[in-house]
Structures are given as C-alpha cells and as structure tokens.
C-alpha cells in the first residue's frame, strides 16, 4: 500500500504552512522592530525570504505530478522535472545556510540564551511597552 496519493494534499499543505510561518514571522518582525534592531530585523526578512524560497518551489513540483501515478513512475517524473529544472535544488542550496544563519538571533532570544541584536538582554518573556506589545 502506498501513501503517495495524498502527496499532493500534504504539499499544499506544506505551502500553506510555510506561508502561515511567514506572515507570522513578518509580523513579529514588525511588532519587535525596535527592540530587535536591524540586524534582527533584517535577520528576520531573510529567514522569511530564504524559507519561502527553498521551500515552495519544491512543493509546487511535488504536488503537480498525477496521484494516480505509481510511486516509482512518480519519482522518475520527478527527477526529470528536477533535472529541467535545475534552479530548484540551487535555490534551495542557497536558502538552507540562509535559513540556518538567519536563525540564531531568533533561537538565542526566544530560548533565553543571549540577547537579541538589538541589545534587549532576555528576560521571562519578550519585552512590550505596554499591555498590548508596542505600537
């Protein structure tokens, strides 16, 4: 039994988580501008930027072969789109260190570790001028 058919319902999915990462991304990105400064900020566009890119393109090729297809029909398919396609896998290379470099600001201040770029040293929670986060 093969669980290929649903890939094409798992890659929307997948599109849809990604785009559902990235407009919360860029709304913390903008309710912690100052106190994440630049370098945060601009850490955070690139991980938003970098995951969007690296990931859909993928997805997209994923989702448009046929689910009536055979597994081993699929794939072949597959690497055939991928080898006419070859800006996908280099994408991808590019956005993973992206992804990867982008995210140590993030990790360090949600975790507690450090501080973030903007100097914000990290305490319980992340900081707010007022009940409601800053405006």
């Known amino acids: 039994m093969s669980l290929y058919a649903a890939n094409p319902a798992v890659q929307g999915l997948k599109v849809v988580a990604v785009a ?4 919360g991304m860029l709304g ?13 900020t601009g850490a955070a566009l690139v991980l938003v930027l970098a995951t969007v890119a690296g990931a859909v393109p993928y997805s997209v090729a ?4 046929s689910p009536a297809l055979a597994p081993a029909v699929a794939e072949a398919q597959l690497e055939a ?4 396609h070859v800006w996908i896998g280099i994408l991808a290379s590019v956005a993973m260190p ?6 140590w600001p993030w990790a ?6 450090g501080s973030c770029p903007g100097g914000y040293e990290h305490a319980a929670s992340p900081p707010s001028s007022s009940a409601s986060g800053p405006s």
């Not at 913390?28 to 945060?40: M, P």
């Not at 994923?62 to 072969?65: D, K, N, T, V």
């Open 108 to 113: 360090s201040w949600f975790s507690g570790a």
């Open 81 to 84: 789109t991928y080898a006419g």
């Open 62 to 65: 994923e989702a448009s072969l």
């Open 98 to 103: 992206l992804i990867l470099t982008a995210s």
């Open 28 to 40: 913390l990105r903008a309710q912690w501008r100052d106190e994440l400064g630049r370098l945060g």
């Open 20 to 23: 559902v990462f990235a407009l």
